[in-house]
Protein backbone atom coordinates (compact mmCIF):
# COMPACT_ATOMS: atom_id res chain seq x y z
CA UNK A 1 0.00 0.00 0.00
CA UNK A 2 2.95 2.41 0.56
CA UNK A 3 4.05 1.87 -2.79
CA UNK A 4 0.74 2.53 -4.25
CA UNK A 5 0.55 5.93 -2.18
CA UNK A 6 3.88 6.76 -3.63
CA UNK A 7 3.37 5.88 -7.25
CA UNK A 8 0.28 8.35 -6.65
CA UNK A 9 2.35 11.09 -5.54
CA UNK A 10 4.21 10.97 -8.56
CA UNK A 11 1.32 10.72 -11.06
CA UNK A 12 -0.68 13.27 -9.20
CA UNK A 13 -2.40 14.57 -12.47
CA UNK A 14 -2.23 11.49 -14.69
CA UNK A 15 -5.52 9.43 -15.42
CA UNK A 16 -5.50 6.58 -12.96
CA UNK A 17 -9.09 5.21 -13.43
CA UNK A 18 -11.93 5.62 -16.42
CA UNK A 19 -15.14 4.49 -15.38
CA UNK A 20 -18.32 5.49 -16.10
CA UNK A 21 -16.83 7.67 -19.12
CA UNK A 22 -15.55 10.52 -16.81
CA UNK A 23 -11.55 10.10 -16.03
CA UNK A 24 -9.82 10.47 -12.29
CA UNK A 25 -6.73 11.44 -11.89
CA UNK A 26 -4.57 10.17 -8.73
CA UNK A 27 -5.29 12.50 -6.78
CA UNK A 28 -8.28 12.30 -6.93
CA UNK A 29 -8.34 8.72 -5.97
CA UNK A 30 -5.78 9.49 -3.10
CA UNK A 31 -8.42 12.47 -1.90
CA UNK A 32 -11.27 10.37 -2.48
CA UNK A 33 -9.48 7.05 -0.56
CA UNK A 34 -8.70 9.26 2.65
CA UNK A 35 -11.72 11.07 2.77
CA UNK A 36 -13.34 7.57 3.20
CA UNK A 37 -10.88 6.26 5.99
CA UNK A 38 -11.86 8.88 7.73
CA UNK A 39 -15.50 8.41 7.70
CA UNK A 40 -14.27 4.33 8.60
CA UNK A 41 -11.87 5.35 11.30
CA UNK A 42 -14.72 7.47 12.49
CA UNK A 43 -11.85 9.41 15.12
CA UNK A 44 -10.29 6.40 16.03
CA UNK A 45 -6.47 6.25 14.96
CA UNK A 46 -6.22 2.87 13.21
CA UNK A 47 -9.16 0.01 12.23
CA UNK A 48 -6.33 -2.41 13.66
CA UNK A 49 -7.17 -5.23 11.03
CA UNK A 50 -10.87 -4.78 11.31
CA UNK A 51 -12.65 -6.78 8.55
CA UNK A 52 -14.50 -4.24 5.95
CA UNK A 53 -16.52 -6.41 3.37
CA UNK A 54 -17.61 -4.15 0.26
CA UNK A 55 -20.01 -4.86 -2.67
CA UNK A 56 -19.19 -1.93 -4.95
CA UNK A 57 -19.26 -2.14 -9.04
CA UNK A 58 -16.23 -2.00 -10.61
CA UNK A 59 -14.42 1.61 -11.59
CA UNK A 60 -13.51 4.20 -9.60
CA UNK A 61 -15.36 3.60 -6.55
CA UNK A 62 -14.50 0.35 -5.99
CA UNK A 63 -11.18 1.49 -6.24
CA UNK A 64 -11.55 3.94 -3.80
CA UNK A 65 -13.40 1.74 -1.12
CA UNK A 66 -10.34 -0.60 -1.23
CA UNK A 67 -7.69 1.90 -0.74
CA UNK A 68 -9.48 3.63 1.65
CA UNK A 69 -10.04 0.29 4.11
CA UNK A 70 -6.46 -0.20 3.53
CA UNK A 71 -5.54 3.20 4.55
CA UNK A 72 -7.90 3.17 7.72
CA UNK A 73 -5.81 -0.48 8.98
CA UNK A 74 -8.76 -2.65 8.00
CA UNK A 75 -8.42 -5.79 6.13
CA UNK A 76 -10.96 -5.78 2.75
CA UNK A 77 -13.49 -8.64 2.17
CA UNK A 78 -14.87 -7.82 -1.60
CA UNK A 79 -18.15 -9.51 -2.07
CA UNK A 80 -18.35 -11.34 -4.89
CA UNK A 81 -21.29 -9.56 -7.13
CA UNK A 82 -23.02 -12.13 -8.40
CA UNK A 83 -23.44 -13.87 -5.31
CA UNK A 84 -27.16 -15.31 -3.76
CA UNK A 85 -27.28 -13.96 -0.11
CA UNK A 86 -26.63 -16.72 2.05
CA UNK A 87 -23.06 -16.75 0.01
CA UNK A 88 -22.89 -13.36 0.96
CA UNK A 89 -24.20 -13.83 4.49
CA UNK A 90 -21.49 -16.64 5.26
CA UNK A 91 -18.76 -14.13 3.90
CA UNK A 92 -19.93 -11.50 6.14
CA UNK A 93 -20.49 -13.70 9.55
CA UNK A 94 -17.52 -15.92 8.48
CA UNK A 95 -14.86 -13.10 8.52
CA UNK A 96 -16.57 -11.09 11.57
CA UNK A 97 -17.04 -8.08 9.29
CA UNK A 98 -18.23 -5.02 11.72
CA UNK A 99 -18.60 -2.63 8.80
CA UNK A 100 -20.02 -3.54 5.41
CA UNK A 101 -19.97 -0.69 2.42
CA UNK A 102 -22.30 -0.95 -0.75
CA UNK A 103 -23.18 1.28 -3.27
CA UNK A 104 -26.36 2.31 -4.28
CA UNK A 105 -26.61 -0.81 -6.56
CA UNK A 106 -26.28 -3.10 -4.30
CA UNK A 107 -27.58 -1.70 -1.02
CA UNK A 108 -30.94 -3.16 -1.40
CA UNK A 109 -29.10 -6.66 -1.26
CA UNK A 110 -27.60 -6.06 1.85
CA UNK A 111 -29.60 -4.04 3.54
CA UNK A 112 -31.80 -6.96 4.98
CA UNK A 113 -28.41 -8.48 6.36
CA UNK A 114 -27.53 -4.91 8.00
CA UNK A 115 -30.78 -5.15 10.26
CA UNK A 116 -30.19 -8.42 10.79
CA UNK A 117 -26.79 -8.51 11.84
CA UNK A 118 -26.94 -4.81 12.99
CA UNK A 119 -23.39 -3.96 11.41
CA UNK A 120 -22.06 -0.21 10.52
CA UNK A 121 -23.61 -0.33 6.82
CA UNK A 122 -22.24 2.71 4.49
CA UNK A 123 -24.00 3.58 1.55
CA UNK A 124 -21.86 5.01 -1.06
CA UNK A 125 -23.32 8.62 -2.11
CA UNK A 126 -24.86 8.78 1.14
CA UNK A 127 -21.56 8.84 2.91
CA UNK A 128 -21.49 11.75 5.79
CA UNK A 129 -19.75 14.87 5.68
CA UNK A 130 -15.62 14.08 5.56
CA UNK A 131 -14.15 14.65 8.93
CA UNK A 132 -10.93 16.89 9.40
CA UNK A 133 -7.68 15.41 7.90
CA UNK A 134 -6.63 12.88 10.88
CA UNK A 135 -3.29 11.23 10.85
CA UNK A 136 -3.70 7.80 8.78
CA UNK A 137 -2.16 4.55 10.78
CA UNK A 138 1.55 2.90 9.28
CA UNK A 139 0.98 0.02 7.51
CA UNK A 140 3.19 -2.36 8.07
CA UNK A 141 4.58 -5.54 5.41
CA UNK A 142 3.39 -7.77 7.98
CA UNK A 143 -0.58 -6.74 8.74
CA UNK A 144 -3.10 -8.92 7.06
CA UNK A 145 -4.43 -6.55 4.19
CA UNK A 146 -7.09 -8.74 2.63
CA UNK A 147 -9.60 -11.84 2.74
CA UNK A 148 -10.81 -13.60 -1.12
CA UNK A 149 -12.67 -16.64 -0.36
CA UNK A 150 -11.85 -19.70 -2.17
CA UNK A 151 -14.45 -21.93 -4.65
CA UNK A 152 -15.65 -23.85 -2.03
CA UNK A 153 -15.93 -26.91 -4.67
CA UNK A 154 -15.15 -29.72 -2.06
CA UNK A 155 -16.27 -28.00 1.28
CA UNK A 156 -17.30 -24.51 2.46
CA UNK A 157 -15.48 -21.84 0.99
CA UNK A 158 -12.06 -20.70 2.94
CA UNK A 159 -11.05 -17.21 3.37
CA UNK A 160 -7.29 -16.58 2.42
CA UNK A 161 -6.10 -13.79 4.33
CA UNK A 162 -2.79 -12.04 2.34
CA UNK A 163 -1.02 -9.06 3.96
CA UNK A 164 0.83 -5.98 2.63
CA UNK A 165 3.58 -7.71 1.99
CA UNK A 166 2.32 -10.55 0.10
CA UNK A 167 0.38 -8.30 -1.90
CA UNK A 168 3.29 -5.82 -2.29
CA UNK A 169 5.39 -8.98 -3.45
CA UNK A 170 2.98 -10.13 -5.78
CA UNK A 171 2.29 -6.65 -8.07
CA UNK A 172 5.86 -5.48 -8.18
CA UNK A 173 7.17 -9.33 -9.10
CA UNK A 174 4.29 -8.94 -12.41
CA UNK A 175 4.99 -5.06 -12.91
CA UNK A 176 8.81 -6.16 -12.98
CA UNK A 177 7.95 -9.48 -15.28
CA UNK A 178 5.50 -8.06 -17.67
CA UNK A 179 7.07 -4.73 -17.86
CA UNK A 180 4.02 -2.52 -16.73
CA UNK A 181 5.44 1.50 -17.06
CA UNK A 182 3.16 4.41 -16.38
CA UNK A 183 2.55 4.84 -20.09
CA UNK A 184 0.55 1.89 -20.12
CA UNK A 185 -3.56 1.72 -20.51
CA UNK A 186 -5.37 -1.42 -19.84
CA UNK A 187 -8.92 -2.21 -19.72
CA UNK A 188 -11.05 -4.56 -16.52
CA UNK A 189 -13.01 -6.69 -17.69
CA UNK A 190 -12.87 -9.36 -14.53
CA UNK A 191 -15.05 -9.41 -11.56
CA UNK A 192 -13.01 -8.40 -8.37
CA UNK A 193 -13.16 -10.73 -6.13
CA UNK A 194 -10.19 -12.50 -7.74
CA UNK A 195 -6.95 -12.16 -7.60
CA UNK A 196 -6.88 -11.90 -11.40
CA UNK A 197 -8.84 -8.76 -11.91
CA UNK A 198 -7.56 -7.36 -8.26
CA UNK A 199 -4.03 -7.58 -8.21
CA UNK A 200 -3.13 -8.94 -11.94
CA UNK A 201 -5.21 -5.55 -13.94
CA UNK A 202 -5.85 -3.21 -11.37
CA UNK A 203 -2.89 -3.30 -8.68
CA UNK A 204 -0.17 -4.18 -11.15
CA UNK A 205 -1.89 -0.39 -13.23
CA UNK A 206 -1.86 1.80 -10.60
CA UNK A 207 1.39 0.76 -9.17
CA UNK A 208 2.98 1.46 -12.20
CA UNK A 209 1.06 4.81 -12.43
CA UNK A 210 -0.90 3.32 -15.48
CA UNK A 211 -4.19 3.68 -16.28
CA UNK A 212 -7.35 1.54 -15.86
CA UNK A 213 -10.57 1.58 -17.45
CA UNK A 214 -13.67 -0.14 -16.74
CA UNK A 215 -16.52 -1.59 -18.46
CA UNK A 216 -19.44 -1.83 -16.61
CA UNK A 217 -20.72 -4.94 -18.20
CA UNK A 218 -19.24 -7.10 -20.77
CA UNK A 219 -20.50 -8.20 -24.42
CA UNK A 220 -17.63 -8.81 -27.31
CA UNK A 221 -18.47 -5.94 -29.01
CA UNK A 222 -18.44 -3.47 -26.27
CA UNK A 223 -14.79 -4.66 -25.81
CA UNK A 224 -13.62 -3.95 -29.03
CA UNK A 225 -15.43 -0.85 -29.22
CA UNK A 226 -13.47 0.20 -26.27
CA UNK A 227 -10.18 -1.70 -27.64
CA UNK A 228 -11.01 0.74 -30.92
CA UNK A 229 -11.71 4.06 -29.61
CA UNK A 230 -9.13 4.03 -26.45
CA UNK A 231 -5.41 3.95 -25.74
CA UNK A 232 -5.55 0.50 -24.69
CA UNK A 233 -2.64 -1.28 -24.97
CA UNK A 234 -2.26 -4.35 -21.65
CA UNK A 235 -5.64 -6.51 -21.77
CA UNK A 236 -6.11 -9.46 -19.40
CA UNK A 237 -8.69 -12.13 -19.65
CA UNK A 238 -9.73 -15.61 -18.91
CA UNK A 239 -9.67 -18.20 -22.24
CA UNK A 240 -13.58 -18.28 -22.24
CA UNK A 241 -13.56 -14.62 -23.25
CA UNK A 242 -10.90 -14.96 -25.43
CA UNK A 243 -13.21 -17.14 -27.44
CA UNK A 244 -16.45 -15.08 -27.32
CA UNK A 245 -14.30 -11.98 -28.74
CA UNK A 246 -13.00 -14.73 -31.50
CA UNK A 247 -16.61 -15.94 -32.16
CA UNK A 248 -17.70 -12.40 -32.37
CA UNK A 249 -14.67 -11.33 -34.60
CA UNK A 250 -15.79 -14.04 -36.96
CA UNK A 251 -18.70 -13.00 -37.10
CA UNK A 252 -17.71 -9.60 -38.72
CA UNK A 253 -17.50 -8.40 -42.38
CA UNK A 254 -13.76 -8.99 -43.71
CA UNK A 255 -13.16 -4.82 -43.52
CA UNK A 256 -13.83 -4.93 -39.90
CA UNK A 257 -11.70 -7.73 -38.94
CA UNK A 258 -8.75 -6.39 -40.97
CA UNK A 259 -9.20 -3.18 -38.85
CA UNK A 260 -9.51 -4.68 -35.49
CA UNK A 261 -6.62 -6.92 -36.74
CA UNK A 262 -4.35 -3.95 -37.14
CA UNK A 263 -5.54 -2.55 -33.60
CA UNK A 264 -4.89 -5.46 -32.08
CA UNK A 265 -1.53 -5.99 -33.55
CA UNK A 266 -0.13 -2.79 -32.11
CA UNK A 267 -1.31 -3.82 -28.09
CA UNK A 268 1.89 -4.51 -26.10
CA UNK A 269 0.89 -7.58 -23.86
CA UNK A 270 -1.80 -9.82 -24.07
CA UNK A 271 -2.47 -12.27 -21.07
CA UNK A 272 -4.69 -15.00 -20.37
CA UNK A 273 -4.96 -17.00 -17.31
CA UNK A 274 -8.03 -18.63 -14.22
CA UNK A 275 -8.31 -21.53 -16.69
CA UNK A 276 -6.53 -23.55 -19.20
CA UNK A 277 -5.95 -22.16 -22.50
CA UNK A 278 -7.45 -24.43 -25.11
CA UNK A 279 -4.41 -24.80 -28.12
CA UNK A 280 -7.04 -23.79 -30.82
CA UNK A 281 -8.25 -20.86 -28.67
CA UNK A 282 -4.60 -19.63 -28.79
CA UNK A 283 -4.10 -20.52 -32.39
CA UNK A 284 -7.00 -18.42 -33.54
CA UNK A 285 -5.83 -15.33 -31.46
CA UNK A 286 -2.90 -14.99 -33.00
CA UNK A 287 -4.31 -15.36 -36.53
CA UNK A 288 -6.28 -12.53 -35.06
CA UNK A 289 -4.42 -10.30 -32.90
CA UNK A 290 -0.91 -11.39 -34.62
CA UNK A 291 -0.38 -11.83 -30.27
CA UNK A 292 0.82 -15.02 -28.71
CA UNK A 293 -1.19 -15.09 -25.86
CA UNK A 294 1.01 -15.05 -22.51
CA UNK A 295 -0.05 -18.07 -20.13
CA UNK A 296 0.51 -18.20 -16.43
CA UNK A 297 -0.55 -20.04 -13.68
CA UNK A 298 -1.88 -18.51 -9.88
CA UNK A 299 -4.43 -19.03 -7.44
CA UNK A 300 -6.10 -17.19 -4.71
CA UNK A 301 -3.02 -18.44 -1.90
CA UNK A 302 -0.11 -17.36 -3.87
CA UNK A 303 -1.01 -14.78 -6.37
CA UNK A 304 0.88 -15.79 -9.71
CA UNK A 305 3.89 -17.91 -9.37
CA UNK A 306 4.82 -19.50 -12.86
CA UNK A 307 4.74 -17.72 -16.24
CA UNK A 308 5.63 -17.62 -19.82
CA UNK A 309 8.39 -15.06 -20.37
CA UNK A 310 7.17 -11.43 -21.91
CA UNK A 311 10.64 -11.97 -24.23
CA UNK A 312 11.42 -15.20 -25.30
CA UNK A 313 9.66 -18.21 -26.11
CA UNK A 314 5.88 -18.19 -25.27
CA UNK A 315 5.21 -22.25 -25.32
CA UNK A 316 1.82 -23.48 -26.13
CA UNK A 317 0.32 -25.74 -23.67
CA UNK A 318 2.74 -24.47 -21.13
CA UNK A 319 2.10 -22.17 -18.04
CA UNK A 320 5.91 -21.09 -18.53
CA UNK A 321 8.72 -21.48 -15.62
CA UNK A 322 8.71 -19.85 -12.21
CA UNK A 323 8.75 -15.89 -11.59
CA UNK A 324 11.66 -14.36 -9.82
CA UNK A 325 11.51 -15.10 -6.40
CA UNK A 326 8.76 -17.70 -6.41
CA UNK A 327 10.65 -20.91 -5.73
CA UNK A 328 8.76 -24.43 -7.26
CA UNK A 329 8.91 -27.64 -6.87
CA UNK A 330 7.00 -31.39 -7.74
CA UNK A 331 6.48 -33.48 -5.95
CA UNK A 332 5.08 -37.43 -5.54
CA UNK A 333 3.09 -38.40 -3.27
CA UNK A 334 5.60 -39.26 -0.46
CA UNK A 335 6.67 -35.75 -1.05
CA UNK A 336 9.35 -36.75 -2.69
CA UNK A 337 11.01 -34.40 -5.63
CA UNK A 338 10.34 -36.16 -9.02
CA UNK A 339 13.16 -35.74 -11.94
CA UNK A 340 12.14 -33.47 -15.50
CA UNK A 341 9.55 -35.19 -17.43
CA UNK A 342 7.80 -36.82 -14.56
CA UNK A 343 4.41 -35.66 -13.02
CA UNK A 344 4.29 -34.41 -9.59
CA UNK A 345 2.46 -31.46 -7.63
CA UNK A 346 3.41 -28.53 -7.93
CA UNK A 347 4.34 -26.81 -4.47
CA UNK A 348 5.27 -23.03 -4.05
CA UNK A 349 7.35 -21.33 -1.59
CA UNK A 350 8.03 -17.38 -1.52
CA UNK A 351 7.08 -14.03 -0.41
CA UNK A 352 3.67 -14.15 -2.65
CA UNK A 353 2.33 -17.37 -0.77
CA UNK A 354 -0.72 -16.24 1.93
CA UNK A 355 -0.67 -16.16 5.51
CA UNK A 356 -3.27 -18.49 6.73
CA UNK A 357 -6.93 -19.67 6.08
CA UNK A 358 -9.19 -17.01 8.41
CA UNK A 359 -10.16 -19.03 11.91
CA UNK A 360 -8.47 -22.39 9.65
CA UNK A 361 -5.23 -23.01 11.91
CA UNK A 362 -6.00 -27.06 11.12
CA UNK A 363 -6.54 -26.53 7.10
CA UNK A 364 -3.60 -23.73 7.15
CA UNK A 365 -1.43 -26.51 8.62
CA UNK A 366 -2.26 -29.19 5.90
CA UNK A 367 -1.95 -26.92 3.19
CA UNK A 368 1.91 -26.79 4.05
CA UNK A 369 4.49 -29.19 4.28
CA UNK A 370 6.69 -29.39 7.37
CA UNK A 371 9.25 -27.70 5.77
CA UNK A 372 7.27 -24.63 4.60
CA UNK A 373 5.98 -25.51 1.04
CA UNK A 374 2.35 -24.45 -0.20
CA UNK A 375 0.37 -27.55 -1.38
CA UNK A 376 -1.26 -26.06 -4.78
CA UNK A 377 -2.72 -29.39 -5.44
CA UNK A 378 -2.10 -29.19 -8.98
CA UNK A 379 -0.58 -31.76 -11.01
CA UNK A 380 2.18 -30.48 -13.89
CA UNK A 381 5.14 -32.22 -15.89
CA UNK A 382 8.20 -29.88 -16.55
CA UNK A 383 9.47 -30.24 -19.78
CA UNK A 384 12.84 -28.47 -21.12
CA UNK A 385 12.63 -26.05 -18.05
CA UNK A 386 8.75 -25.48 -18.95
CA UNK A 387 6.02 -26.02 -16.81
CA UNK A 388 3.06 -28.31 -18.06
CA UNK A 389 -0.44 -28.46 -16.02
CA UNK A 390 -2.04 -32.12 -16.23
CA UNK A 391 -5.01 -31.01 -14.14
CA UNK A 392 -5.86 -30.26 -10.26
CA UNK A 393 -5.53 -33.16 -8.57
CA UNK A 394 -8.80 -33.87 -7.17
CA UNK A 395 -10.96 -33.14 -10.56
CA UNK A 396 -8.61 -33.06 -13.49
CA UNK A 397 -6.56 -36.26 -12.48
CA UNK A 398 -8.12 -39.45 -13.71
CA UNK A 399 -7.29 -42.15 -11.16
CA UNK A 400 -8.24 -45.50 -13.79
CA UNK A 401 -7.21 -49.03 -14.00
CA UNK A 402 -4.01 -48.00 -12.24
CA UNK A 403 -3.25 -45.45 -14.73
CA UNK A 404 -2.79 -41.38 -13.97
CA UNK A 405 -5.21 -39.76 -16.67
CA UNK A 406 -5.01 -36.08 -17.20
CA UNK A 407 -8.69 -34.79 -18.37
CA UNK A 408 -6.70 -31.40 -19.55
CA UNK A 409 -4.66 -33.57 -22.39
CA UNK A 410 -7.68 -35.46 -23.37
CA UNK A 411 -9.88 -32.13 -23.61
CA UNK A 412 -7.07 -30.91 -26.14
CA UNK A 413 -7.58 -33.16 -28.16
CA UNK A 414 -11.61 -33.54 -28.50
CA UNK A 415 -11.26 -29.45 -29.35
CA UNK A 416 -9.75 -30.14 -32.34
CA UNK A 417 -12.34 -32.27 -33.90
CA UNK A 418 -14.54 -29.51 -36.40
CA UNK A 419 -17.90 -30.35 -34.97
CA UNK A 420 -17.04 -29.73 -30.94
CA UNK A 421 -17.05 -25.95 -29.77
CA UNK A 422 -16.72 -27.10 -26.53
CA UNK A 423 -15.87 -30.20 -23.60
CA UNK A 424 -15.10 -31.36 -20.43
CA UNK A 425 -13.73 -34.55 -19.60
CA UNK A 426 -14.00 -35.66 -16.23
CA UNK A 427 -13.86 -38.98 -13.87
CA UNK A 428 -16.79 -40.69 -12.21
CA UNK A 429 -16.61 -43.21 -9.79
CA UNK A 430 -16.47 -47.31 -10.87
CA UNK A 431 -16.07 -50.22 -8.38
CA UNK A 432 -13.82 -52.31 -10.92
CA UNK A 433 -11.72 -49.33 -12.75
CA UNK A 434 -11.99 -46.40 -9.98
CA UNK A 435 -12.76 -44.11 -12.02
CA UNK A 436 -14.50 -44.50 -15.56
CA UNK A 437 -13.16 -41.23 -18.26
CA UNK A 438 -16.19 -39.38 -18.76
CA UNK A 439 -16.60 -36.69 -21.40
CA UNK A 440 -19.59 -33.87 -21.91
CA UNK A 441 -19.30 -32.18 -25.29
CA UNK A 442 -21.14 -29.34 -26.80
CA UNK A 443 -21.48 -29.54 -30.65
CA UNK A 444 -22.24 -27.56 -33.40
CA UNK A 445 -24.02 -30.45 -35.58
CA UNK A 446 -26.35 -32.79 -34.25
CA UNK A 447 -25.74 -35.41 -36.46
CA UNK A 448 -22.79 -36.17 -35.64
CA UNK A 449 -22.79 -39.07 -32.96
CA UNK A 450 -20.98 -39.55 -30.02
CA UNK A 451 -19.95 -43.10 -31.91
CA UNK A 452 -18.60 -41.36 -34.14
CA UNK A 453 -16.31 -39.03 -31.97
CA UNK A 454 -15.16 -41.80 -29.56
CA UNK A 455 -14.12 -43.64 -33.23
CA UNK A 456 -12.34 -40.79 -34.40
CA UNK A 457 -10.70 -40.17 -31.00
CA UNK A 458 -9.83 -43.48 -30.86
CA UNK A 459 -7.33 -42.79 -33.57
CA UNK A 460 -5.62 -40.07 -31.72
CA UNK A 461 -5.07 -40.92 -28.06
CA UNK A 462 -4.17 -44.76 -26.26
CA UNK A 463 -7.21 -46.96 -25.77
CA UNK A 464 -6.72 -46.22 -21.72
CA UNK A 465 -7.78 -42.51 -22.46
CA UNK A 466 -10.63 -43.10 -24.23
CA UNK A 467 -13.73 -42.13 -22.57
CA UNK A 468 -16.23 -44.41 -21.72
CA UNK A 469 -19.35 -42.30 -21.19
CA UNK A 470 -20.37 -39.18 -23.36
CA UNK A 471 -23.33 -36.80 -22.60
CA UNK A 472 -24.29 -33.95 -24.67
CA UNK A 473 -25.51 -30.55 -23.61
CA UNK A 474 -26.07 -27.05 -25.14
CA UNK A 475 -23.72 -25.03 -22.64
CA UNK A 476 -21.22 -26.39 -19.69
CA UNK A 477 -21.79 -24.85 -16.62
CA UNK A 478 -18.83 -22.27 -15.33
CA UNK A 479 -17.89 -20.05 -12.65
CA UNK A 480 -17.86 -16.37 -12.50
CA UNK A 481 -13.61 -16.50 -13.74
CA UNK A 482 -14.96 -18.93 -16.75
CA UNK A 483 -13.51 -22.15 -15.32
CA UNK A 484 -16.13 -25.44 -15.70
CA UNK A 485 -17.27 -26.34 -12.68
CA UNK A 486 -16.78 -30.16 -13.09
CA UNK A 487 -18.20 -31.41 -9.83
CA UNK A 488 -21.50 -29.68 -11.13
CA UNK A 489 -21.41 -32.48 -14.38
CA UNK A 490 -21.15 -35.20 -12.46
CA UNK A 491 -24.42 -36.33 -11.84
CA UNK A 492 -24.88 -36.00 -15.38
CA UNK A 493 -23.83 -39.75 -15.69
CA UNK A 494 -25.74 -40.95 -12.50
CA UNK A 495 -27.89 -43.86 -13.27
CA UNK A 496 -31.22 -42.74 -14.12
Given at each position: ?19 N ?6 Q ?23 R ?10 Y ?5 G ?36 T ?16 I ?68 PL ?30 V???F ?34 E ?6 LM ?5 A???S ?47 V ?24 V ?9 A ?25 I ?41 E ?5 V ?53 P????A
Amino acid sequence: MQQLLHTTSRNQEQTAIISNGQSYTYQQLLDASEALASQLLGGAADLNEARVAFMVTPGFDYVRVQWGIWRAGGIAVPLALSYPLPSLRYVIEDTGAQVVVADETYAAVLATLAEEKGFRFIILGQEESRASPIQLPQLDRSRRAMILYTSGTTSLPKGVVTTHGNLETQISTLVDAWQWTSADHTLCVLPLHHVHGIINVVSCALWAGATVEFLPNFSAEAVFDVFMSSRVNVFMAVPTIYFKLISYWEGLPADEQQTISETLAGFRLMVSGSAALPASVMEKWKTISDHTLLERYGMTEIGMGISNPYEGDRRVGYIGQPLPGVSVRLVDEENVVVPEGQPGEIQVKGDNVFLEYWKRPEATDKAFTPDGWFRTGDIAVVEEGYYRILGRDSIDIIKSGGYKISALEIEEVLRTHPTISDCSVVGIPNEEWGELVAAVLVLKDDAVTTADINGWLRERIPGYKLPRQYRVVEELPRNAMGKVTKNDLKPLFQPA
